[in-house]
């Protein structure tokens, strides 16, 4: 929801909660009041299931860092070109999307279907506006197949069993764990990552995103301070570690700044001439420009792709 936009929907059209107790109790969770990282999210990629908390806080962090919309969109073009690569390359035809977000255009379950449309996948979050929205997520063509769970990361093991109804876990399957690590601190989230990739069989992957203090903290640190959030940024070295400490192999060029992981030819700039953004605040116009004028010193986000032998 953007300022003048109602509340999330939790009618039966807008997602899984299809009755009116069950509504109820998901809208009795959510919190309007302070700014949540998947509305948080939902707003810098120019979505509209956000408050205006959300909405405010992105507009201050975007003062500390005006280019700051690159590092969202850039991290969600990395999940792309992931997905695309673990069904194309990797041959994936199961995915565990955990940290999924509010629904975006294409979402995983799109993506990878557009390759293989048999692929499926299970969507993962604990935020009730996703829940609340998460039927747009559950449109898998007659071949595949897309579920929601609305769980929480720090219960893996609640995750692998509700994973259960919908994907084989005897066969590979890619865990997506796309920006979603650096809200859990350690030692929770090394344990959680390796209870996950341990319950995965050979020939299974992961897909993951990070936040990092290495590479622009000059600028990333007040912007991510002004969003409200609190945030566990980690290093290239322990970013690594999520991979190597479990046994898995990165895909080349390893765990490298989302922008630099084999970046594709589908990116474009857009000039805006002044007159075309009147009226319109740093979100409005963020929304409009294209991501193809990035730069090494717009991105603080490492990703990475891996593959346990
Ligand atoms: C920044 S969004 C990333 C969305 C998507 N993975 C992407 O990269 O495009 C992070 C998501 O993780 C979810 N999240 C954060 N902590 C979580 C937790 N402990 N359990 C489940 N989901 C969580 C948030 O609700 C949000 O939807």
Known sequence: M???????????????????DTAARVRDRIDA?????????????????????DRAAVLTSLEHN?????????????????????TREAGLRQFLDVGTGLPTAPNVHQIAQSVAPDTRVVYVDHD???LAHA??????????????????????????FGARATLDMERPVALGLAAILHFLESPAADEIVATLLDALPSGSAVFLTHLTPDLNPRTLLPALRATGLDFTLRTHAEVLRFLTDNGLEPVAPGVVPV??????????????EPEDTAGQDALEVAARRGIGD????DINIYGAVALKP
Do not use: Q
């Open 135 to 160: 039927r747009a997520l559950l449109t898998a063509g007659p071949e595949g197949r897309t579920a929601y769970l609305d769980a929480d990361l720090r219960d893996p093991h609640a995750i692998l």
């Open 259 to 272: 922008h630099r992981w084999h970046p594709d030819d589908t990116w474009h700039s857009t000039d805006l």
């Open 294 to 297: 990035v730069r090494d010193e």
């Open 66 to 86: 005006p280019r700051g919309y690159l590092d969202v969109r850039h991290n969600r073009d990395f999940v792309r070109r992931a997905v695309l690569h673990l």
């Open 2 to 20: 953007s300022d003048s936009a109602p509340p999330p929907s939790t009618s039966p059209d807008a997602g899984p909660p299809a009755d009116a």
């Open 33 to 53: 009041t302070r700014p949540h990282p998947a509305r948080v999210y939902d707003a810098l990629l120019g979505g509209r299931n956000h408050y205006p908390v």
């Open 128 to 130: 009730p506006v996703v």
